[in-house]
């Protein structure tokens, strides 16, 4: 398929892309069929089953209450958070759904939402609609949440034939080195590049404004992070830290030269990062970039670089998201930017590799120097594992995405103190990620069956 920058970049909410962007989407699509077949009227009970990853850590992450809300008409573009809690309490305690937010369906959330640890054999995100009538199934789906609030139903895991259309692209690239290619040949960054693409779609003029939009999002979401304190949600008593951090840096850092103490500069891309993805945790307004999980690596670098690089400005945003862009392209169609199917390496490695690729880009790198960013990026996540803890978007992953923001910055730097000559290409890599996940058990790709998901509760 095409992949354009906007399905990459899609606006949610927390805690996760696969376990509630994607479910509330396919809920959402279900509940939109039944009023297209004019099913809606006829339907006395909707049935949920979640599967696999979706089970193991489904209730952590919101599942069950994603899907509940996408059934009720919600899309996770446009719903306000608090609807998605105040609104699904009330169906759990009234015992009455709102199907497409039209008609009441009687739904018990302990027989009609069932967790069944086994897996389907496409992908480990999977869940199965069923809306029942008075003579029987009216209507039934089953999807697939494959990362990034991407979806597929079952005619489209079975066709090979995904939502998005395949559009024509005038530079195409299925790989690192053929996007190199294209660039070299027609004299473009990769962001020129990548800019002419989404042509494809839409106007310069639209995906500008489009990408900008984006910004906004990731730019309030780190504001409303950064002023946000108490603890988050799930029993683990997690403290937000963002607050307090922000509190001593702009204490401690009046009137320096923040751009020339490293130290400094640490500090702060660990605060965005830390705000966003507390943000996130706390079931907020985030963009996935490529996915929730990892959403605080691209806004943290961007924002440090938008804050305190003189000089910069919104084509700088641009072009850093769409350079991003074609590295999580990459990382979507040869390997997958799904914890559950690669573990965390799909998630903060692709994150940590766009981000650097970005960075590099407005830096002035070469179209080389850009793919050898991200390949060092990547290279240095591989075999991390997705290991939730009480299968909630927090330990390890909010520090964790403070960690590979770091990490993107530096990656950026050694790409452009080289020529962009290395010896492993970010293709290879790619690979090595996919492999790596396919040997990766699976208690360590976002079951909360292994590593430090069960470490905790034995200390």
């Not at 339907?43 to 089970?55: A, D, N, W």
């Not at 294209?182 to 106007?203: P, T, V, Y």
């Amino acid at each position: 398929m095409s992949i354009s920058v906007l399905d990459l970049f899609k606006i949610g909410i927390g805690p996760s892309s696969s376990h509630t962007v994607g479910p509330m989407r396919a809920a959402h699509d279900f509940s939109a069929a039944l009023q297209h077949k004019g099913l809606l009227e006829q339907v006395r009970r909707v049935e949920v089953k979640l599967y696999g990853s979706l089970s193991a850590t489904g209730i952590g992450h919101g599942t069950d209450r994603a899907v509940v809300a996408g059934l009720m008409g919600a899309r996770p573009d446009a719903v306000d958070p608090d609807f998605v809690v105040t609104a699904v309490d009330c169906v759990r305690l009234d015992g009455s759904l709102p199907l497409a937010g039209a008609v009441a369906v009687p739904f018990d959330w302990t027989r009609d939402l069932r967790l069944l640890p086994v897996s389907l054999p496409y992908h480990p995100n999977a869940m199965r609609l069923t809306a029942h009538g008075a003579d029987g199934v009216l209507f039934e789906n089953t999807y697939y949440s494959v990362g990034g609030g991407f979806v597929v139903d079952a005619a489209q895991a079975q066709s090979g034939v995904s939502a998005e259309a395949d559009v024509a692209l005038p530079y195409p690239f299925e790989t690192g080195s053929e996007l190199l290619e294209q660039c070299k040949r027609h004299g473009l960054r990769i962001s020129e590049l990548m800019l002419a693409n989404e042509g494809a779609w839409r106007s310069e003029a639209d995906t500008r404004a489009a990408l900008q939009r984006t910004w906004d999002v990731m730019r309030t979401c780190v504001a409303r992070g950064i002023g946000q304190e108490g603890v988050l949600p799930g029993g683990l008593h997690v403290r937000r830290r963002a607050a307090a951090l922000h509190r001593k840096l702009s204490e401690q850092t009046t009137g320096r030269n923040l751009i020339s103490d490293t130290m400094a500069a640490l500090d702060w891309v660990n605060l965005y990062a830390l705000a966003v993805n507390e943000e996130n945790a706390g079931g907020g307004r985030v963009v996935t970039a490529p996915t929730n999980g990892a959403a605080g690596i691209i806004p943290a670098v961007l924002q440090y670089y938008m804050n305190f690089m003189p000089g910069a400005s919104a084509r700088d945003v641009d072009s850093f998201l769409l350079a991003a862009a074609a590295v999580g392209v990459l990382c979507k169609k040869n390997a997958s930017i799904s914890g559950a199917e690669v573990g965390c390496q799909g998630e903060v490695g692709s994150a940590c590799a766009m981000a650097a690729a970005g960075l590099t880009e407005v830096l002035g790198g070469t179209p080389e120097q850009v793919e050898n960013a991200a390949e060092i990026g990547l290279e240095h996540n591989l075999g991390l594992t997705c290991d939730p803890v009480g299968g909630l978007v927090q330990v390890p992953c909010i520090e964790r995405n403070a960690m590979a923001s770091v990490k993107a910055i530096n990656a950026a730097q050694l790409a452009l103190r080289g020529d962009g000559a290395h010896a492993i290409s970010l293709d290879q890599v790619i690979r090595t990620m996919r492999d790596t996940g396919r040997d990766m058990l699976d208690k360590y790709k976002e079951t909360s069956r292994g590593g430090l998901a069960v470490s905790f509760p034995e200390c």
